[in-house]
Structures are given as structure tokens and as C-alpha cells.
T-cell receptor, first 114, second 112 residues
Framework: QQQVKQSPQSLIVQKGGISIINCAYE??????FPWYQQFPGKGPALLIA?????SEKKEGRFTISFNKSAKQFSLHIMDSQPGDSATYFC?????????????FGAGTQVVVTP | GAVVSQHPSWVICKSGTSVKIECRSL??????MFWYRQFPKQSLMLMAT?????????EQGVEKDKFLINHASLTLSTLTVTSAHPEDSSFYIC????????FGPGTRLTVT
């Protein structure tokens, strides 16, 4: 049973456009929500992360919006570039002794067209 | 940021043989490392938690006798796939716990 649900499965966006990926979770004990970018044949790389006491976090062109009451969070990629074409995963983890045991969403393949 | 390496990056082995994959934290010490498996076009699935100096903890459905994990030092965890079969062919990725989770580049295992 997937604990983090991610949508859409794939996304095509024009260069300069905004990519939006959504995730939802059930376990209210999760306390850390990272987003990862993965290129084919490579390990995932951390993009940005948020904790549930914050509603929004921005780093460069990447923004996480977090809605604790709805148990949802999303990634916005502003001014999308062809180099952003990759698979993006949302994830969640508990704290304490379970810190780092990431539950991943299914992934979103993003294609940015020139 | 912190660097995690994996070796080998790609390995081909024959069915029935064993293969060892190493995960190293290069510039920090990690008491906890994690092993994930990723099939093509799919997400990462947590296999086990590797704790330095103690037995690994396996996720439900992961055979601990097939996937042997050893975490002998604060910078090295190893995953040994024993008696590998074609269905074990996958991309194996480790992560090491620091202030964030730092992922290795992955190891592509192909069992023929």
C-alpha cells in the first residue's frame, strides 16, 4: 500500500512554463517531505524539502506548497527549462528512530519542450 | 554537499551466483544507511535499514537470507545478493543519513 500518492504520472510543459506535481499522504506522523529529481541511470538528488510547520518554501525556481489540513503538498517548477526534463519523486519520512526511511511517491516524468 | 558512492556501478552475473554491492559515505560518518530497489519506470522501494554494528532491519516481503546486509563501519555498508536470479535484476540504490538523506549513484544489476 503506497503511503504517498503522486500525480500526474507524466507531464509535458513548454520551456518557460510552470510544472506542477502533487502528492498526498495519509500518515499524519510524517514530519519531513523532500522532493527528489532523478535522471535515467542515476541516483535521486534532493531538490528541496519541507517540514509540516511551514506552508511554503522556495529555493530558486523550485517551490513547495504544503497543506497540512488536506495532507497534500506540491512542487512547482517555475520557468521550466529543457534541463529540468527528469523524473521527480515526492517522499515522506517519520522522525525519531525512523528518520530517513523514505516512502516515495510513484514518480512524475517531466518533459520540457524547447 | 555530502557524497555517497557505490561500487560497482554496473554488474552482470550468472544465475545462481552472488554479488556484493558497496555503499560508502565519503566525507561524513553514517550510523544509518538504507537500501532501495528500483525497477524500470518504477519508484524506489525501501528494502532495509542498515545500522552500524547491529543487524539490518528488513521491510516486509524482503528476504533477509537473500539480501545480506553488513554495516561494519561508519562509512561502509554492503548488500550481497545471494544466489541471484533474473528477477533480481534491478537498480539498487543506497542512501546515508546525515542532516539530509544522501543517495548514491546506484548499481545496475543484471542477472543472466
Amino acid at each position: 500500500q503506497q503511503q504517498v500518492k503522486q500525480s500526474p504520472q507524466s507531464l509535458i510543459v513548454q520551456k518557460g512554463g510552470i510544472s506542477i506535481i502533487n502528492c498526498a499522504y495519509e500518515n499524519t506522523a510524517f514530519d519531513y517531505f523532500p522532493w527528489y529529481q532523478q535522471f535515467p541511470g542515476k541516483g535521486p538528488a534532493l531538490l528541496i524539502a519541507i517540514r509540516p510547520d511551514v506552508s511554503e518554501k522556495k529555493e530558486g525556481r523550485f517551490t513547495i506548497s504544503f497543506n497540512k489540513s488536506a495532507k497534500q503538498f506540491s512542487l512547482h517548477i517555475m520557468d521550466s527549462q529543457p534541463g529540468d526534463s527528469a523524473t521527480y519523486f515526492c517522499a515522506a519520512t517519520l522522525g525519531g528512530d525512523s528518520w530517513g526511511k523514505l516512502q516515495f511517491g510513484a514518480g512524475t516524468q517531466v518533459v520540457v519542450t524547447p | 554537499g555530502a557524497v555517497v558512492s557505490q561500487h560497482p556501478s554496473w554488474v552482470i552475473c550468472k544465475s545462481g551466483t552472488s554479488v556484493k554491492i558497496e555503499c560508502r559515505s565519503l566525507d561524513f560518518q553514517a550510523t544509518t544507511m538504507f537500501w532501495y530497489r528500483q525497477f524500470p519506470k518504477q519508484s524506489l522501494m525501501l528494502m532495509a535499514t542498515s545500522n552500524e554494528g547491529s543487524k539490518a532491519t528488513y521491510e516486509q516481503g524482503v528476504e533477509k537470507d537473500k539480501f545480506l546486509i553488513n554495516h561494519a563501519s561508519l562509512t561502509l555498508s554492503t548488500l550481497t545478493v545471494t544466489s541471484a536470479h533474473p528477477e533480481d535484476s534491478s537498480f539498487y540504490i543506497c542512501s546515508a543519513s546525515g542532516d539530509e538523506q544522501y543517495f548514491g549513484p546506484g548499481t545496475r544489476l543484471t542477472v543472466t
